[in-house]
């Protein structure tokens, strides 16, 4: 960033920037004070810089702030210096997440994280171009006070960081509406772009930062069925509800964590096949590498490109696709069982234990394997559908078919005798069925094979 400093009174610059939450305040109740030791004080400062910083930090205090609180800005001039502080009664902060609070992408970890934790860290950096700084006092639940301080005159600037380019109160305004269009969103409730439009997959995504989320789902909705949640725990009953195809999840949440959250959809039957991406700010070697030891299949550090994203999206569900042709080829086989993860292995061999134990009951059906199993009807055919690319119904009729074509080829039962071994209530049924999937009928096939 270049900077380009020019003479502004701050305190009016600063009312005009106030203008703009008091319809937040009303709306909020909340009582928003502003006190300056002169009505004109002259500072040099970047117009389109030093908004930025004043925007940050009053809409941090409205959102951190509760109804009916108080949130007070003070310009006082030192002579040399002049300070400016934003001070409000929400929250606050522990003594350990003051010290962090202007690293890049940090949020504070509590039940009401919002921000993307990279407004202060910028804020620091322009404070720092201005060859000003900016500090933070804060208590748990007792409120949080920033001060900014600036350099009088314009000795402290180089000739190429002077500018004599008037404030653009236009500009102004525009940024005011980002930063206050912040503080009205509604809460975010989970919710499905699958009702309006159609696809094959879909996605899950987990993540409290709501820009972010409504951004990773306008991405993603064009190609896949979206479902959103903002904290862990929702991501989990969203996930269980829905068995997406893929999950995204943040790492740092309000209350489950995203690797809690890997950790537990991973241990669980109904969902540890799903493939889950999380998304993080820290990203040393020994934070990833816990990361995928939580079982997570893929490990991004943020800021990402949301292509790079997308690419590993698009990779992680080919590859599943391949492993679903892999494993239908021939379920029951032990060598293609350890394709999977432990959970999936035992899923699919209990599976073909249950089908194989019940092929010639007739009235083997999926409330049958649902009893066996342990998990409903919708998760079920999700799972399967997941690692097998079929139906329940889908599957117990290949099963049946392929130990038919066994006997048919191995044994001199008759073919009325291996249609009731296999479960079919008629012999006119059975030939059928095994003819619209080998292309000739059971008496055909057995001839064309006898002796072979």
């Given at each position: ?79 040399e210096l002049v300070k400016v502080q934003v001070q409000d ?357 057995k001839k064309k094979h006898q002796g072979k």
């Open positions: 960033m270049k900077i380009h400093a020019a003479p502004n009174n701050i305190v009016d610059f600063i009312k005009d920037i106030l203008e703009s939450f008091k319809f937040n305040a009303q709306q909020l109740n909340i009582n928003l004070k502003f006190t300056a030791s002169e009505q004109e004080i002259l500072v040099w400062f970047d117009a389109n810089m030093l908004d930025k910083v004043i925007f940050n930090l009053l809409s941090n205090a409205f959102k951190f702030t509760p109804r009916n609180g108080t949130i007070s800005v003070a310009i006082e001039n030192k002579g009664n929400g929250i606050g902060m522990t003594k350990e997440e003051s010290e962090h609070i202007f690293d890049h992408f940090y949020q504070v970890d509590t039940n009401s994280t919002k921000g993307s934790g990279l407004g202060l860290s910028l804020s620091k950096e322009i404070m720092q171009i201005h060859h000003g700084s900016i500090e933070v006092q804060s208590t748990k639940q007792d409120g949080t006070t920033f001060t900014l301080t600036l350099l009088s005159g314009s000795d402290h600037f180089s000739p190429e960081e002077i500018s004599n380019v008037e404030l653009n109160k236009a500009d102004l305004s525009e940024t005011a509406r980002i930063y206050t269009s912040e503080i009205d969103l509604p809460s975010l409730e989970v919710t499905s772009t699958s009702e309006t439009r159609i696809h094959e997959q879909s996605i899950l995504i987990v993540e409290d930062n709501l820009d972010l989320l409504n951004y990773l789902q306008e991405r993603f909705s064009q190609q896949y069925a979206i479902f959103t949640a903002n904290t862990g725990t929702d991501g989990v009953a969203a996930a269980y509800e829905h068995v997406p195809d893929l999950i995204i999840s943040d790492v740092v949440m309000p209350g489950m964590t995203g690797k809690q959250l890997t950790q537990k959809l991973k241990s669980d039957i109904r969902t540890s096949h799903i493939p889950i991406i999380l998304l993080t700010a820290r990203g040393s070697n020994e934070q990833q590498i816990q990361g995928l030891d939580s079982m997570a299949d893929a490990y991004i550090v943020k800021p990402f490109d949301s292509d790079l994203l997308l690419a590993k999206v698009n990779n992680l569900l080919k590859n599943r696709v391949l492993l679903k042709e892999h494993y239908t080829s021939d379920v029951s086989t032990a060598k293609q069982s350890q394709t999977y993860n432990a959970i999936d292995r035992k899923f699919v061999n209990d599976l073909a234990a249950i089908v194989a134990q019940n092929l010639a009951n007739e009235n083997f059906n999926v409330d049958d394997i649902c009893r066996e199993i342990g998990i409903s009807r919708v998760q079920l055919y999700r799972k399967v559908k997941a690692l097998l690319n079929c139906t329940i119904t889908e599957y117990i009729l290949s099963r049946r078919l392929k130990k038919a074509r066994y006997l048919l080829m191995n044994e001199a039962y008759s073919i009325s005798e291996i249609t009731y071994m296999v479960g079919f209530s008629t012999p006119n049924y059975f030939s059928t069925v095994f003819k619209g999937k080998y292309e000739c009928t059971p008496s055909e096939f």
